[in-house]
């Protein structure tokens, strides 16, 4: 599903995020990517949806190579993905019914379908009792799964996510990534950058660290080194 074959990213500035990274992450595997700030975690899933592009290798997402990709068809590769961002990227001027569709009003659902499948993903993440309210009125942790609503509502194959636990407790952080192994159970790849290396080890899912841009370990669970 993602394959990484020999990556590298410098940036402009002659920054190497990432220096040499292969590994790659099957259909329907789910796995959480760590490494101290500045690792390159966030440069490897901005690969993914193709807003950075590789400087050297390749980069494979369902089997296409994304350094091929044609601007015109990002779009389309990027609706596939669903992503969760730490900071929500919540709209306030909107319900919460409102931020969940608007992947759907971008893509051209009709509003019959849009309602249905917005329902469908609040109810999946406990929120469908409050879809008229605004997203400023919850807390962070409800708002966050406001997030994965909006990340789930397309039905994406993959489901990427960046540090999405980083501004909440130990117990909403639990809660949060058990939300992201329910969506794995049904057949979702899903890959989490996270940094809170307690919390991930008691979840037992395949850990993938990162080190200034080098992928120094990747360890399925029971210690089984992949590298």
Do not use: C, W
């Given at each position: ?68 990709l044609k601007h015109r ?19 306030f001027d909107r319900s ?98 996270s940094h809170d290396l ?30």
């Amino acid at each position: 599903m993602i394959k990484f074959d020999n990556v590298s990213k410098r940036y402009a500035d002659g920054n190497d995020a990432l220096s040499h990274v292969s590994f790659e992450l099957k259909n329907g595997e789910m796995a959480f990517l760590t490494g101290r700030s500045g690792a390159g975690k966030s440069t490897l899933l901005k690969l993914i949806i193709r807003m950075e592009r590789a400087s050297r290798g390749q980069v494979f997402v369902d089997g296409k190579n994304l350094n091929r990709l044609k601007h015109r068809q990002i779009p389309q590769h990027r609706s596939k993905i669903g992503v969760v961002f730490q900071d929500h990227q919540l709209l306030f001027d909107r319900s919460v019914f409102d931020n969940v569709a608007l992947p759907l009003r971008v893509g051209g659902y009709s509003r019959q379908q849009a309602s249905r499948r917005v329902r469908a993903a609040l109810d999946k993440v406990g929120l469908l009792s409050k879809e008229k309210l605004n997203p400023s009125t919850l807390s962070g942790g409800e708002q966050q799964r406001i997030g994965i609503a909006r990340a789930v509502v397309n039905r994406p194959g993959i489901l990427l996510a960046d540090e999405p636990t980083g501004n909440l407790d130990p117990l909403l952080s639990t809660e949060i990534l058990k939300l992201f192994e329910d969506f794995n159970q049904v057949g979702v790849s899903v890959l989490v950058a996270s940094h809170d290396l307690g919390l991930i080890a008691r979840l037992k899912h395949r850990i993938i660290t990162l080190d200034q841009g080098q992928l120094v370990n990747d360890v399925t669970h029971g210690g089984r080194e992949r590298l």
